[in-house]
């Protein structure tokens, strides 16, 4: 049995004023209720009122104004972006989908990765590299970071139908995900794995992908595609 995750109070409160927005109840420009009032409808500190308020003006949502309060930010007008197909999840859903590990460990962060995952130094992380495979066909190398405290039996699963990915979002869904393309020359241990025996067949599309839940890593992949397999185009 899974026992469901107790959001903290600020995301609570960052629910309610979102839900308010987004259903039109609160147009651009409404003020909202004030930290004071917030704290006092849902029984916590002012502080915790105030981080929630914070962080929607970060998202965008609203404007503050020292001394008025807080008021429904006008919409940003989206930008033109790309969209990659989910490779993965596509064999998956016709059935096609296995996967190969190739290494699974625990592995102390050295100066270089702690840096890159906002840990520690000889903070231990898990360590996974992987094979995807669309029927008999490899579709994605993947190397992927995760943290222990948010999935411990990470290393524990065999990872045959089920990709990692997709387990940590069933232990912990990800609420924020930041990520990076970029054309890449295979390294000669993703080109073996991925059938690229050729110099001229390792052009590949890299995705580098951060995944956090509650601004508190989940983990860190490197995401590598036979180029051949996409083509980018961009939607506004």
Known sequence: MINAIKLPQFEVIKQY????????????????????????????????ARRALQELAQEGLLT??????????????????????????????????????????????????????????????????FVHFDRDKAVQWQEIFV????????????????????YLEWIAPSDQVNSQVSAVLAKPSQRRALGLTEDTQS?????????????????FSTLVHPANLYQLGATS
């Open 17 to 48: 004023v979102r839900g308010h927005i987004k259903s039109g109840h609160w147009p651009v420009g409404t003020r909202t209720p004030s930290e004071n009032e917030l704290s006092a409808s849902f029984s916590v500190s002012r502080m915790t």
């Open 64 to 129: 503050r104004a020292p001394g008025l309060g807080s008021f429904v930010a006008q919409p940003v007008a989206a930008q033109p972006t790309i969209q990659l197909y989910n490779i993965i999840a596509l064999a998956q859903l016709e059935g096609a989908y296995s996967c190969q590990v190739l290494d699974l460990e625990q592995i102390p962060a050295d100066a270089k990765l702690a840096h890159l995952l906002s840990f520690v130094v000889d903070q231990p992380v898990y360590r996974g590299t």
């Open 147 to 166: 943290n222990p405290v948010v999935a411990p039996a990470f290393l524990k699963q065999k990872f045959v139908k089920v990709a990692p990915d997709e």
């Open 203 to 219: 052009a590949c599309l890299q995705v580098t992908r951060a995944c956090k839940r509650h601004s508190s890593l989940v983990s």
